[in-house]
């Protein structure tokens, strides 16, 4: 089949136009993509990936009333990807009938520590300063981590409630890492590798992390090293740890959507190819 | 506050039309979406002295001094103190003393941790045995062996990539190159990954507007 | 006064720090303790030097009257309300009736404002992550078909439905067999194998540049080589 030059022409016209599609099209798109599933579910499984068993393994073989320490490095514009994992980290913790103290090192992470534990506890009658506390925020970073290893309780004199450290129960023995069972760091930022400095090898206490998806690759060489003991990756890692603790919560709720909207941008970045390579083929002339 | 209830919906109802005006960017730039904007950077100035001086003025500093004579505390609160001198050209110089503090105590401490969680233990996890052998079957065997072969010619390619001192030329050049495609390959993973955050991001609102605001979806699970 | 003395404070704080790792006596740790301590204090005044600098880049804007002051209004009420709130509220049993209702009302401004605009406001990156992958993402090179390979891979791979789809594919071509050199889960595997592989020996030696580089930097600091504490004053 042979095309006239101006056929040709007009199929380039085509592909060009189709490079310049408005970009509101694409957020339309996307945005419909999102919702959909939420109408019509396609209810995959997931399937829990090794560095997310491995911190659930971890936490599941914890003595009872050991303490585990939450690292809530975030604030609000990452909670979307970290709250589900601090609250289905949370459930476990508290079915295994753990303790949790809640710290972080991102100011806007301070508010979000009793949510996340309130919510997690609700159904398993799980109260403040009982079994949880949240010790909130200090500035500083690695001075803070460093100083946890010298004495939690000469970081934090009280926890966020203005509660003095000595009259919380939730934190009797506990004072240092030697006494904390793991400290698992969420984190929007580079914190991981405060903790990672300053609380393994300072201290060798037990470290994971579940980080936003931007950074996970970025936290690999830690896991193979055995610095960290499990990694949660983005929405999908909370949706596992979920899975694992038969607990459906935010993570999970989000998979369809998740992989539904993943499939729209290969959609584009496909069409986007072809769309540069027959732009740039001329008419034969 | 005598109707929990009412607070209840007036409360999602303020955080959804917060969230669509803030959506209304994506179709134009606006008034609205830029009094959000600006709003959002005040309540979160606002939101950063109130933490401050409740995790560290109150428990830190008052609590010690005041209801414990700790005086010492005084030294820290003097040396911070100087830091907002900042807002006086005349005096702004006497900024540089806490400021000198805490970068050179950021420095000291950084040292032997970095060399040690960084460079040392990565050098360590580097060192891995090309042949592996005790594995369950000889499927994971191979599959170890190579897995640790990739890394260790990965980590090597890149550094010499990374090395300058010696021109890229040659059989260097190709291990150069080599490098440059791990480091493709480790791009690209990322980039995978940050997608998934963005669109994670935007699920979390989805998840906000249709189940706690418009109460719609099929799978109540919350 | 002006310089020698910050470059004896940075000198004196680095040393301090370092030899206290190499020689942790009673007394090393005490004085690291208290130094900690201290720099924990200093750096919530720096927090304070920020958000003070936003404020007075938006009074002098409203001064001036220069374009956007309306919005220098916004910012400056939505700090002072949260601020106020937030420095007289208190959750301490002690307190009076009002400082509790103070609180409430932080807390309230917290998740119903703060909240929903943070978090709106980055996800609207989704979007334009979204439209940048259409648009620029091209495998014009071998490079950049590797890295575009990469991330086809880990978007697929990471997602329920991909690991479904390769599932899928796997009973098509195996029918269950359990003789298939790969698992069904094998999309999962590849990806995992990929993040553990090649992108963690990519990262690692990025890694050690970026780690020596750091080590560098702080000798630099210690010894007075390099000022950073110097600038904006």
Same mark, same amino acid.
């Given at each position: 089949?042979?095309?006239?030059?101006?056929?040709?022409?007009?199929?380039?016209?085509?592909?060009?136009?189709?490079?310049?599609?408005?970009?509101?099209?694409?957020?339309?798109?996307?945005?419909?993509?999102?919702?959909?599933?939420?109408?019509?579910?396609?209810?995959?499984?997931?399937?829990?990936?090794?560095?997310?068993?491995?911190?659930?393994?971890?936490?599941?073989?914890?003595?009872?009333?050991?303490?585990?320490?939450?690292?809530?490095?975030?604030?609000?514009?990452?909670?979307?990807?970290?709250?589900?994992?601090?609250?289905?980290?949370?459930?476990?913790?508290?079915?295994?009938?753990?303790?949790?103290?809640?710290?972080?090192?991102?100011?806007?992470?301070?508010?979000?520590?009793?949510?996340?534990?309130?919510?997690?506890?609700?159904?398993?009658?799980?109260?403040?300063?009982?079994?949880?506390?949240?010790?909130?925020?200090?500035?500083?970073?690695?001075?803070?981590?460093?100083?946890?290893?010298?004495?939690?309780?000469?970081?934090?004199?009280?926890?966020?409630?203005?509660?003095?450290?000595?009259?919380?129960?939730?934190?009797?023995?506990?004072?240092?890492?030697?006494?904390?069972?793991?400290?698992?760091?969420?984190?929007?930022?580079?914190?991981?590798?405060?903790?990672?400095?300053?609380?393994?090898?300072?201290?060798?206490?037990?470290?994971?992390?579940?980080?936003?998806?931007?950074?996970?690759?970025?936290?690999?060489?830690?896991?193979?090293?055995?610095?960290?003991?499990?990694?949660?990756?983005?929405?999908?890692?909370?949706?596992?740890?979920?899975?694992?603790?038969?607990?459906?919560?935010?993570?999970?709720?989000?998979?369809?959507?998740?992989?539904?909207?993943?499939?729209?941008?290969?959609?584009?970045?496909?069409?986007?190819?072809?769309?540069?390579?027959?732009?740039?083929?001329?008419?034969?002339? | 506050?005598?109707?929990?209830?009412?607070?209840?919906?007036?409360?999602?109802?303020?955080?959804?039309?917060?969230?669509?005006?803030?959506?209304?960017?994506?179709?134009?730039?606006?008034?609205?979406?830029?009094?959000?904007?600006?709003?959002?950077?005040?309540?979160?100035?606002?939101?950063?002295?109130?933490?401050?001086?409740?995790?560290?003025?109150?428990?830190?500093?008052?609590?010690?001094?005041?209801?414990? &004579?700790?005086?010492? +505390?005084?030294?820290?609160?003097? @040396?911070?103190? =100087? $830091?907002? *001198?900042?807002?006086?050209?005349?005096?702004?110089?006497?900024?540089?003393?806490?400021?000198?503090?805490?970068?050179?105590?950021?420095?000291?401490?950084?040292?032997?941790?970095?060399?040690?969680?960084?460079?040392?233990?990565?050098?360590?996890?580097?060192?891995?045995?090309?042949?592996?052998?005790?594995?369950?079957?000889?499927?994971?065997?191979?599959?170890?062996?190579?897995?640790?072969?990739?890394?260790?010619?990965?980590?090597?390619?890149?550094?010499?990539?990374?090395?300058?001192?010696?021109?890229?030329? &040659?059989?260097?050049? +190709?291990?150069?190159?080599?490098? @440059?495609?791990? =480091? $493709?390959? *480790?791009?690209?993973?990322?980039?995978?990954?940050?997608?998934?955050?963005?669109?994670?991001?935007?699920?979390?609102?989805?998840?906000?507007?249709?189940?706690?605001?418009?109460?719609?979806?099929?799978?109540?699970?919350? | 006064?002006?310089?020698?003395?910050?470059?004896?404070?940075?000198?004196?704080?680095?040393?301090?720090?370092?030899?206290?790792?190499?020689?942790?006596?009673?007394?090393?740790?005490?004085?690291?303790?208290?130094?900690?301590?201290?720099?924990?204090?200093?750096?919530?005044?720096?927090?304070?030097?920020?958000?003070?600098?936003?404020?007075?880049?938006?009074?002098?804007?409203?001064?001036?009257?220069?374009?956007?002051?309306?919005?220098?209004?916004?910012?400056?009420?939505?700090?002072?309300?949260?601020?106020?709130?937030?420095?007289?509220?208190?959750?301490?049993?002690?307190?009076?009736?009002?400082?509790?209702?103070?609180?409430?009302?932080?807390?309230?401004?917290?998740?119903?404002?703060?909240?929903?605009?943070?978090?709106?406001?980055?996800?609207?990156?989704?979007?334009?992550?979204?439209?940048?992958?259409?648009?620029?993402?091209?495998?014009?090179?071998?490079?950049?078909?590797?890295?575009?390979?990469?991330?086809?891979?880990?978007?697929?791979?990471?997602?329920?439905?991909?690991?479904?789809?390769?599932?899928?594919?796997?009973?098509?071509?195996?029918?269950?067999?359990?003789?298939?050199?790969?698992?069904?889960?094998?999309?999962?595997?590849?990806?995992?194998?990929?993040?553990?592989?090649?992108?963690?020996?990519?990262?690692?030696?990025?890694?050690?540049?970026?780690?020596?580089?750091?080590?560098?930097?702080?000798?630099?600091?210690?010894?007075?080589?390099?000022?950073?504490?110097?600038?904006?004053?």
């Amino acid at each position: 089949m042979s095309h006239t030059p101006d056929a040709a022409s007009g199929n380039r016209d085509f592909w060009v136009r189709l490079q310049r599609i408005d970009r509101r099209w694409i957020f339309l798109v996307l945005f419909v993509g999102v919702v959909v599933p939420y109408f019509t579910p396609l209810g995959c499984r997931v399937r829990p990936s090794d560095p997310t068993r491995k911190l659930y393994d971890f936490i599941d073989k914890l003595p009872e009333r050991k303490p585990v320490m939450i690292s809530f490095d975030y604030g609000p514009g990452s909670a979307a990807e970290l709250d589900p994992m601090a609250v289905a980290i949370a459930r476990h913790c508290f079915k295994k009938n753990l303790r949790l103290i809640g710290v972080t090192l991102d100011p806007t992470g301070a508010l979000l520590i009793r949510k996340a534990f309130e919510k997690a506890g609700k159904d398993l009658g799980k109260k403040m300063h009982e079994d949880w506390v949240s010790l909130g925020y200090k500035p500083g970073g690695g001075v803070v981590v460093l100083g946890i290893g010298g004495g939690l309780d000469t970081v934090f004199a009280t926890d966020s409630e203005g509660k003095p450290y000595g009259e919380i129960p939730a934190l009797e023995g506990v004072r240092n890492y030697d006494d904390i069972g793991i400290v698992v760091d969420l984190a929007s930022s580079a914190a991981p590798d405060i903790w990672i400095r300053y609380a393994r090898e300072a201290f060798k206490a037990n470290l994971a992390c579940g980080v936003t998806g931007v950074m996970v690759a970025a936290y690999y060489p830690y896991l193979q090293t055995g610095q960290f003991i499990g990694i949660l990756g983005g929405l999908k890692g909370a949706a596992e740890y979920e899975q694992l603790t038969e607990a459906p919560g935010d993570g999970q709720i989000g998979m369809d959507s998740q992989s539904v909207a993943h499939l729209i941008v290969i959609a584009l970045v496909i069409l986007g190819n072809v769309a540069s390579i027959a732009s740039r083929r001329g008419p034969r002339g | 506050m005598e109707h929990p209830g009412f607070w209840h919906v007036f409360s999602v109802w303020v955080a959804a039309l917060l969230t669509l005006i803030a959506y209304s960017f994506l179709y134009k730039d606006n008034p609205a979406y830029r009094f959000v904007e600006a709003l959002f950077v005040g309540v979160s100035a606002g939101y950063g002295l109130a933490i401050v001086y409740r995790d560290v003025v109150i428990p830190d500093l008052w609590k010690p001094i005041h209801d414990e &004579g700790d005086l010492l +505390r005084l030294i820290p609160a003097v @040396i911070g103190v =100087l $830091m907002l *001198s900042r807002f006086h050209p005349k005096i702004s110089w006497l900024s540089r003393w806490p400021m000198a503090f805490t970068i050179g105590i950021g420095a000291g401490m950084s040292i032997p941790a970095t060399i040690q969680a960084n460079i040392l233990k990565q050098v360590q996890g580097t060192m891995v045995s090309p042949v592996v052998l005790d594995k369950a079957t000889a499927m994971e065997n191979a599959v170890a062996s190579v897995s640790n072969v990739v890394l260790i010619i990965g980590v090597l390619s890149v550094l010499a990539y990374f090395f300058f001192s010696k021109e890229h030329t &040659g059989g260097y050049g +190709r291990f150069c190159k080599l490098g @440059i495609y791990f =480091l $493709m390959f *480790s791009f690209g993973a990322s980039f995978g990954y940050t997608v998934m955050a963005r669109v994670s991001l935007l699920i979390g609102r989805v998840t906000f507007l249709l189940y706690d605001w418009l109460h719609v979806g099929a799978v109540l699970l919350r | 006064m002006r310089t020698q003395v910050p470059v004896a404070i940075a000198f004196i704080a680095g040393v301090v720090m370092v030899i206290q790792f190499f020689v942790p006596t009673h007394h090393s740790m005490a004085l690291r303790d208290t130094l900690l301590a201290w720099t924990r204090i200093i750096s919530a005044f720096a927090l304070v030097v920020g958000i003070g600098s936003l404020v007075s880049i938006n009074i002098s804007k409203l001064r001036r009257l220069s374009p956007g002051w309306i919005y220098a209004i916004v910012t400056l009420a939505g700090f002072a309300v949260m601020a106020v709130f937030g420095i007289l509220g208190t959750k301490e049993a002690a307190a009076p009736a009002w400082r509790h209702t103070l609180d409430r009302c932080y807390q309230w401004l917290f998740d119903n404002v703060q909240v929903p605009m943070d978090a709106t406001i980055f996800s609207l990156l989704a979007f334009f992550i979204a439209s940048a992958a259409y648009r620029t993402f091209r495998a014009r090179t071998f490079e950049a078909s590797l890295l575009l390979a990469a991330a086809l891979l880990v978007m697929v791979g990471r997602v329920p439905l991909g690991v479904e789809i390769g599932a899928k594919l796997h009973e098509a071509i195996w029918g269950g067999s359990t003789t298939a050199p790969v698992t069904p889960e094998w999309l999962q595997s590849l990806t995992e194998w990929v993040l553990n592989c090649p992108n963690t020996a990519a990262q690692r030696a990025i890694m050690f540049g970026a780690a020596l580089a750091a080590v560098a930097q702080a000798l630099r600091i210690i010894v007075g080589i390099e000022r950073p504490y110097m600038s904006g004053s």
